[in-house]
């Protein structure tokens, strides 16, 4: 757990242009400047964060939009995965490590043109930045994305890249199944 919440930590701070650097992390956590040198790293190579050094202000920014994309798991992921069963009440209900998603949420910037598609993303809108653009916060990349793909409405994902990227990808594998299909007739 303590990974998580210096990885989280680091995120939120870079976020909020705040330019922490690894011996903030290591005073915050009380940490070795190693350690948190490694999870600097961990960041940048394993979550894919476009995270680099600003000599000046002496921290870390990143050079484009991110979000934490990826699922971080703890030592205790088996008390939480019972407690999710114990929560549905139902004995053949079996939670996996897909289920445990991480307590930050995904946030993405949206643009929805009409109004109807609004309602029906409400349960993720959690601000309106400008005209047809919302602020939506949401745990399960998938659901999130499937319920875009469900809406017939050109919504566009302006914010983070990568959630567009997935989206993208979802949309060009149904294509090109489905065009397989067509050859098959």
Known sequence: MAANNRIQWLHKKITEYSYPNAMRLAERFN??????????????????APIEYDAEHKGFYYTTDFSLPV???????????????????????????????????YTAVVEIPDKLSVLELRSFIISKESRNRYVCEFHNVE???????????????????WLRERLIGMAERVLKANKSVDSEN
Do not use: C, W
């Open 71 to 105: 699922l971080l798991t703890t030592d205790n992921d088996e008390s939480y995965m019972g407690v999710v069963s114990s929560i549905y009440n139902n004995d053949d209900f079996q939670a996996d490590s897909s289920v445990i998603q991480m307590q930050m949420p």
């Open 143 to 161: 659901r999130f994305l499937s319920v875009i793909m469900a809406l017939d409405s050109p919504i566009r994902i302006m914010s983070p890249y």
């Open 31 to 48: 940490v070795s400047h190693r350690q948190a040198q490694r999870d600097v790293d961990f960041l940048r190579k394993q979550l894919g």
